[in-house]
């Protein structure tokens, strides 16, 4: 029971995640996309994926950026960049010893809202 709490449980929210990530690069225009969608699925990867992450976070931010200056979205799109950079700070924290415990909480805090954020930025697109 407790190998599912702390093992299994983090996985699939993980996964889920991943997907987001995934899907938000989908709802880009192919024209504009800095990565293809399929590459979130790299955050699998132990250790690399820390690293790999921020260069998601921008591929997100450029390509909503390359399509609001080509007129394909009404409005500027917070992706939550600035909460994903947060998350990802948070996260290569935690591989310092005595910070783990420290990191760990406003590491989801920060995953939640930039979840959220993913999720607003996409029905923007369909918005428009």
Known sequence: MLLAIL???PLVTFVFYINALRKTLAAIDPDMRAQAPGLAWLLLIPIFNVIWFFFLLR???DGFDRMAA???L???VDTGYGMG???GCCWAAMFIP???L????PMMVFSILHWNKLGQAR???KAD
Do not use: H, P, Q
């Not at 420290?102 to 909480?105: D, G, L, N, P």
């Open 85 to 87: 950079l947060a998350m």
């Open 74 to 76: 009404i409005k500027n």
């Open 59 to 61: 591929a997100i931010r």
């Open 7 to 9: 093992i299994i449980v």
């Open 70 to 72: 080509a007129g394909r």
């Open 98 to 100: 005595r910070l783990t």
């Open 102 to 105: 420290y990191t760990f909480i």
């Open 123 to 125: 029905a923007a697109i």
